[in-house]
């Protein structure tokens, strides 16, 4: 094989949409996490925990579930403070385009807001030059926006320079029309793959989280293979079935030596109870893409 090479620099992308600053012990966000087992494995109980975390750092303002099985498991998402009447949602054809209303409605809500605090410094700004002497098309506006009571906009969550976070946690949604091969599947797949790239204004993505709860990998109307290549965080509990283990081995192939660590970390992770394997897919250090739970990295 003969080479020559030329001066071709390649330079990547300074920016990256959704990216939200975490601890390197956490797993990345905006990204597009599963939690892998059968029923009773512990599958809520971890992703709730990795969620409150999240959620304590400022990385989560609001949770959107999808899932018909709410009433019986309201318990178990408590932590996650979940508004019931406005952020449940039933598994349907249409479930995507009521998410995409509720992330759309953020979005405006926060620039709704940022319009109100501009017009609010140019308010104040004139009401300190022009000595009182306003048209009246302006007072009408400020007195709508209840600027002459000095009424100064407040954006909702602490850090008033961004939309909120959003996190979409599906939860028994194996087997409903939302996985089906249809419209339905077809939807949710478009927003998996662009989730990072939603909620856009002025050259920013600030994008949104995706997680899943699900009993099977791979079987019928599971997360469709689109997703499952692209997950940023995969937790697998306990499961013997070779069929399913070599799927995913397949599947995460590029994974340096996947070949002879996926059983033997798997195996090891699940010995305690509850225990699951979580696999980080953009781990900035390849020791720690395995751990046994979230406080036990693994490496050979």
């Given amino acids: 094989m003969k080479k020559r090479r030329i001066h071709f620099p ?119 030059k022009d000595h009182g002497v306003f048209s009246n098309s302006a007072l009408l506006r400020w007195d709508a926006n209840g600027f002459l009571d000095r009424k100064k906009p407040v954006w909702k969550r602490s850090d008033d320079t961004r939309p909120s976070r959003l996190y979409i946690l599906c939860d028994d949604i194996m087997g409903t029309i939302m996985l089906r091969m249809g419209k339905g599947q077809e939807d949710f797949v478009n927003l998996c793959i662009k989730h990072r790239h939603v909620m856009c204004h002025d050259g920013v993505g600030y994008g949104v989280s995706i997680g899943c709860l699900l009993q099977s990998y791979s079987s019928t109307a599971s997360l469709p293979r689109p997703i499952r290549e692209n997950l940023t965080l995969l937790c697998l509990f306990l499961n013997s079935d070779k069929k399913q283990r070599i799927k995913i081995r397949e599947e995460l192939s590029d994974i340096p030596a996947i070949e002879e660590t996926l059983d033997m970390f798997w195996d090891y992770a699940c010995s305690r109870d509850y225990g699951f394997l979580c696999i980080d897919m953009t781990a900035k250090k390849p020791e720690n893409r395995f751990r046994a739970c979230y406080d036990e990295y693994l490496t050979l």
């Fill in 10 to 128: 390649i330079e990547p992308c300074k920016r990256t949409s959704g990216k939200i600053e975490l601890p390197e012990h956490l797993p990345s966000l905006h990204g597009l996490q599963a939690w892998i087992g059968r029923r009773n494995a512990g599958k809520t109980t971890a992703c709730v925990a990795l969620l409150k975390r999240y959620m304590a750092l400022g990385a989560i303002d609001r949770v959107i579930l999808v899932s018909p099985t709410y009433e019986s498991n309201r318990e178990s998402f408590a932590p996650l403070k979940i508004d019931p009447e406005k952020d449940v949602i039933e598994p349907s054809k249409t479930t995507v385009g009521e998410i995409m209303a509720k992330i759309n409605e953020e979005m405006d809500e926060w620039l709704d807001y940022q319009s109100q605090k501009k017009e609010y410094a140019d308010f104040e700004k004139r009401r300190k």
